[in-house]
T-cell receptor
Framework: ETGVTQSPTHLIKTRGQQVTLRCSSQ?????VSWYQQALGQGPQFIFQ???????GRGNFPPRFSGLQFPNYSSELNVNALELDDSALYLC????????????FGEGSRLTVL | SQQGEEDPQALSIQEGENATMNCSYK?????LQWYRQNSGRGLVHLIL?????REKHSGRLRVTLDTSKKSSSLLITASRAADTASYFC?????????????FGQGTELSVKP
């Protein structure tokens, strides 16, 4: 198991609501990346945070936002939830922003009704 | 959009047999990685192969990379029931913005005892 922890593990929201997902990175890692994985699909890159700054962003609308804290933990916020936001949200930490090995948490499964 | 396309989408074999999964991608890469995912859980890094490498081994895993064909294969030898999982290739494209790995849709491997 990696040292990456995510919370909550499961949650159910309704359309229009807002959600915050949390991630604690592995000890010694200063970079956190977030991915969305729809059922039966591969993960899709949302964004990456490196030293508290957004370091890259995938093709997701602005209602997907994030933060990284001085201890390198991170939050993913999604506003105005839509049904298609139902997915497994994966956080991955790494030692630096270069795309080497990623250490994934177990994910937060979001269901939007 | 997803760059890595895996083939086959699903594979069912008996314990002891070898399993081969293929991945094709579209643009030039810095490296290609393979990850494993047990049902609905986080991804686990298996192996990373750089663009200037052609073959790499790790235990029962063998990965090849052909940059001229933009393809990679993952071979699992002497498979075990515990190898049952989904396997994803992920590419770090040379034009990718920071931290972005592009994942394929995965191969679902079932190893029957």
């Amino acid at each position: 198991e990696t040292g990456v922890t995510q919370s909550p593990t499961h949650l159910i929201k309704t359309r229009g609501q807002q959600v915050t997902l949390r991630c604690s990175s592995q000890s010694g890692h200063n970079t956190v990346s977030w991915y969305q994985q729809a059922l039966g699909q591969g993960p899709q890159f949302i964004f990456q945070y490196y030293r508290e700054e957004e370091n890259g962003r995938g093709n997701f609308p602005p209602r997907f936002s994030g933060l990284q804290f001085p201890n390198y933990s991170s939050e993913l916020n999604v506003n105005a939830l839509e049904l298609d936001d139902s997915a497994l949200y994966l956080c991955a930490s790494s030692d630096g922003p270069a795309t080497g090995e990623l250490f994934f948490g177990e994910g937060s499964r979001l269901t939007v009704l | 959009s997803q760059q890595g396309e895996e083939d086959p989408q699903a594979l069912s074999i008996q314990e002891g047999e070898n399993a081969t999964m293929n991945c094709s991608y579209k643009t030039s890469i810095n490296n290609l990685q393979w990850y494993r995912q047990n049902s609905g859980r986080g991804l686990v890094h298996l192996i990373l192969i750089r663009s200037n490498e052609r073959e790499k081994h790790s235990g029962r895993l063998r990965v090849t990379l052909d940059t001229s064909k933009k393809s990679s294969s993952l071979l699992i030898t002497a498979s075990r029931a515990a190898d049952t999982a989904s396997y994803f290739c992920a590419t770090d494209g040379i034009y990718n913005q920071g931290g972005k790995l592009i994942f394929g849709q995965g191969t679902e491997l079932s190893v029957k005892p």
